[in-house]
């Protein structure tokens, strides 16, 4: 039981190359998060899935989409990336909303 | 909106010394959150906290919920040197309707730092 994980760990984009940072849980959570944490910022949202086909707007969603075509994972994608976007970025699940929200190890991503 | 402000921003303690830190809001949380972030891994729960007044303890943790519900408090008895971290507090983050989903709002992070 691997819990949430996290791909990849780091990552350096050049400004205007995409990626997408992959996400996975083995729990059958059916609520999923993407964060962004940044310096004295603490967490901030960027989208959630309430489950397996569902994905919505969180409170920096901005040159981000994702989509949650499997249960298991989510994935966070960055068309054009931009240096404000560097940033670490956490994934969490939860079994329901107000459930404890289980976080993976994050990804450190750096756009130049 | 809904913002929680911590204080302090970071704390520099010896071991063995009891540690208290707060987080407030100009908005009314229902549900009250404290996390701990390790270096270089994700937050994990400590405590949370549902019911106005409500004061929970998780070994050398306490935490309390506010009378207000503006506000909450997490206390470290007795530190020690694998307590440092980032602690955030943190809350469901309403939707128009009425709806978190899940979805929290977090404090800016309080920095424990904890010399032996």
């Known amino acids: 039981n691997a819990g949430v994980t996290q791909t990849p760990k780091f990552r350096v984009l050049k400004t205007g190359q995409s990626m997408t940072l992959l996400c996975a849980q083995d729990m059958n959570h059916e609520y999923m998060y993407w964060y962004r944490q940044d310096p004295g910022m603490g967490l901030r949202l960027i989208h959630y899935?309430?489950?397996?086909?569902?994905?919505a707007k969180g409170e920096v969603p901005d040159g981000y989409n994702v989509s949650r075509l499997k249960k298991q994972n989510f994935l966070l994608g960055l068309e054009s990336a931009a240096p404000s976007q560097t940033s670490v970025y956490f994934c969490?699940?939860?079994?329901?909303?107000?459930?404890?929200?289980?976080f993976g190890p994050g990804t450190r991503l750096l756009v130049l | 909106g809904q913002q929680l402000n911590q204080s302090p921003q970071s704390m520099f303690i010896q071991e063995g010394e009891d540690v208290s830190m707060n987080c407030t809001s100009s908005?009314?949380?229902?549900?009250w959150l404290w996390y701990k972030q390790d270096p270089g891994e994700g937050p994990v729960l400590l405590i949370a906290l549902y019911k106005a007044g409500e004061l929970t303890s998780n070994g050398r943790l306490t935490a309390q919920f506010g009378i207000t519900r503006k506000d909450s408090f997490l206390n470290i008895s007795a530190s020690i040197p694998s307590d440092v971290g980032i602690y955030f507090c943190a809350g469901p983050r309403r939707s128009a309707g009425g709806t978190s989903y899940g979805k929290l709002t977090f404090g800016q992070g309080t920095i424990l730092t904890v010399h032996p």
């Open positions: 908005s009314i949380f229902n549900t």
């Open positions: 899935s309430v489950g397996e086909g569902t994905t």
């Open positions: 969490a699940s939860s079994p329901w909303p107000q459930g404890t929200q289980y």
